[in-house]
């Protein structure tokens, strides 16, 4: 037995560094949107805290949003008919102002179209009077005939339309009073030369026939409006060219146009929000049973079987509540079925094994006798009667951890907690251990023992739960060290037992504590164990309000963990010892055929000598060890290639049976 008082240590672990998440991922997680100090990487206070107070209030809708499926399919819903309402309010009004706008252009153009032919025809009539002396001095001035003209055509379309003429070259000064020139001349507040646009104007002066163009009408009081400018080149009395323009404003259609946006959008209000609510009905009768069938399943997961929900009408929902209810009925009856089942069947241990007490009381005093005679006996008779004696003890322990069970399954199970020294308990294992670990070549080693590990526990349990594992741990080592460390802090403490055995494969640490369990039911059972060794000892760290885990790795042995609360009926929250021991594999880097992660040669370990502890300076739990003869052996290989000598005075087929050993759960 070799003991070192020094106090387990942990080895930091490594964590990944905040480049492997997203930007969005660090904001959203924590708000950590540059990289963390521990990483390297420098952190903006101010930033930081921006994030972290623009992320708060959206943390409830998001939870709400997810929470809430009527919610998402009401708000999908809004969303979808806003889109259509949008959609088909742009087709709508694109209709709408190309309608308007086709009309308005073949009314102008129709309108101008007259207008230019009675500026022609009175030029004409007025050329024609003049040579017949029927025309006065005024109709001899271009200027005076031209404002005649606009006038003229202007007093029919007051408030439609708008005239104005231009001389035909645009670069020439208009004035007045200066003989053959023009200035412009329009109806009511328009300014001519601002209004009809430069490019309008020379399309008019290259080209004969009307020309139109979109403008804006410019006012010497008020806004500007859009309008359609229409302009031919015409010639006066005097026979000079001049430029006529027709300025139709679109102030009707911009009214009309606006009034029908006004009603698209208030019938499109009217017509989303009566979808919302629409959809709002239709899902609340959908979630509404949905809803009640996850209350009363929750309430059926809590054990209340009785409940029931309510089911009305002939519909799809309807059915689906009576299924839901025929369920819970079946359910119902088959819990019933198995508790009336699992009492019969803990009645039926109880009895038998309080009824076998008697018999086997008589059959182990006959079985004594027979045994303290056997030297009398021929070999054969001598070696049938320590068989006897040994299935006898085999089977009053059987006995026991059944009566043992039945309590616990009864309720019965008492705690008699007090202040123990976990230390003083594990010396008891250990030195109890020691024989089987001779007989192993292995070495039980104690970390952690430099310091009390006091709890408030049941010292007879505890010692059976450690004297389990101890054993267990001997069993299955394959002749190699096993560390028992102890630690405390934070109101808990904690045993740990670690074996380089053969390990447990995935999925094993848990089945491991069921009844009667073995890794390997082909492997006989022949060192003693029951079975229900690692069953009773999770139900006595249960009872202390504690936990007993187990962890291993094929090839890499196991750990077994019990924690317990340091006050008896505190809540644990941790335990002092990690579960996965710091000498794993994936700790050590390595994956499960024993390479380095990401390729690379094989790893080398050192292999233990059988009885003595790991190379290397460390005896897998941190802390250091004597340094003993070793050679390499790939990581992850064969642990079981050397077969260990027959302990003196043994057998070599005896060794060999017993190295094979029992089912973890023994």
């Known amino acids: 037995m070799t003991w070192n008082g020094t106090a387990p240590r942990r080895d930091a672990r490594a964590v990944d560094p905040a480049g492997r998440i997203s930007a969005f991922g660090r904001f959203w997680q924590g708000g950590h949107l540059l990289q963390d100090p521990s990483a390297g990487g420098p952190v903006n206070p101010v930033l930081r805290l921006f994030l972290r107070w623009v992320r708060r209030p959206l943390l409830p809708a998001v939870r709400l949003w997810r929470r809430n499926i009527q919610l998402r399919v009401v708000a999908t819903t809004l969303l979808m008919s806003l889109g259509v309402v949008l959609l088909l309010g742009l087709v709508v009004i694109g209709q709408v ?357 006091v709890a408030e526990a049941d010292a007879r349990r505890i010692e059976r739960v450690l004297r389990n594992l101890v054993v267990n741990a001997v069993e299955h080592g394959e002749g190699r060290n096993i560390v028992v460390r102890l630690a405390a802090a934070e109101g808990a403490v904690a045993v740990a037992v670690r074996d380089y055995g053969v390990g447990l494969k995935p999925g094993e640490a848990t089945r491991v504590f069921n009844r009667f369990w073995r890794a390997d039911p082909a492997r006989a059972r022949t060192t003693g164990g029951t079975g229900l060794g690692l069953s009773i000892a999770v139900e006595d760290a249960r009872l202390h309000g504690g936990w007993l885990q187990a962890w291993g790795e094929p090839g890499g042995g196991s750990q077994f963990r019990l924690t317990l609360p340091a006050a008896a009926g505190d809540t644990l929250r941790g335990s002092p010892i990690p579960l996965e021991p710091d000498d794993s594999r994936r700790n050590r880097g390595l994956n499960d055929a024993g390479l380095p992660r990401g390729g690379g040669p094989r790893a080398l370990m050192p292999r233990q000598t059988r009885g003595e502890p790991p190379a290397g300076g460390t005896d897998g739990t941190g802390d250091a060890a004597a340094p003993v003869g070793t050679h390499l052996v790939p990581a992850g290989a064969e642990r079981g290639q050397e077969e260990p000598s027959p302990a003196p005075g043994r057998r070599s087929d005896e060794h060999e049976t017993e190295a094979e050993g029992g089912p973890r759960g023994g």
């Open 97 to 453: 102002r190309n309608g308007l706008q086709d009309a308005k252009e073949g009314a102008a153009q129709s309108q101008a179209v007259g207008g230019f032919t009675v500026a022609r025809d009175k030029a004409d009539n007025d050329a024609r009077g003049r040579e017949g002396g029927q025309v006065g001095r005024r109709a001899h001035n271009s200027g005076v005939w031209l404002t005649d003209l606009v006038q003229q055509l202007a007093s029919g379309g007051q408030g439609v339309y708008s005239v104005v003429a231009l001389g035909s070259d645009a670069e020439q000064p208009f004035v007045d009073d200066s003989q053959g020139t023009r200035a412009p001349r329009a109806s009511g507040d328009i300014q001519p030369e601002k209004s009809v646009p430069a490019e309008l104007r020379r399309a008019v002066d290259r080209e004969s026939g009307p020309h139109e163009q979109h403008t804006r009408i410019v006012r010497s009081r008020g806004a500007d409006e859009p309008a359609l400018a229409i302009g031919k080149q015409m010639y006066d009395v005097n026979g000079n060219p001049y430029q006529l323009y027709y300025l139709f404003p679109f102030t009707q259609e911009e009214k009309s146009l606006s009034l029908v946006k006004g009603t698209l959008a208030t019938a499109g209000v009217f017509v989303v929000m009566l979808l919302g609510a629409i959809a709002w009905l239709v899902v609340r009768q959908v979630v509404t049973p949905v809803r009640m069938a996850a209350g009363i399943s929750e309430r059926l997961a809590a054990g209340r079987l009785q409940e029931r929900m309510k089911v009305t009408g002939e519909d799809d929902i309807a059915r689906l509540g009576e299924a839901f209810n025929k369920m819970g009925q079946n359910l119902h009856l088959k819990i019933r079925q198995l508790e009336d089942l699992s009492r019969m069947q803990r009645r039926f241990v109880s009895d038998v094994s309080h009824e076998l007490r008697t018999p086997l009381t008589t059959v182990r005093m006959a079985a004594d006798v027979i045994h303290d005679a056997r030297d009398g006996f021929d070999p054969a008779t001598a070696r049938s009667a320590e068989l006897l004696r040994g299935q006898l003890d085999r089977f009053e322990s059987l006995l026991a951890d059944l009566l043992e069970i039945s309590r616990f399954d009864a309720g019965a199970a008492a705690l008699e907690a007090g202040p123990v020294d976990l230390r003083d308990i594990v010396v008891r294992v250990v030195e109890g251990a020691e024989p089987l670990a001779e007989r192993k070549d292995s070495r039980i080693l104690v970390r952690g023992d430099g310091s009390p590990v």
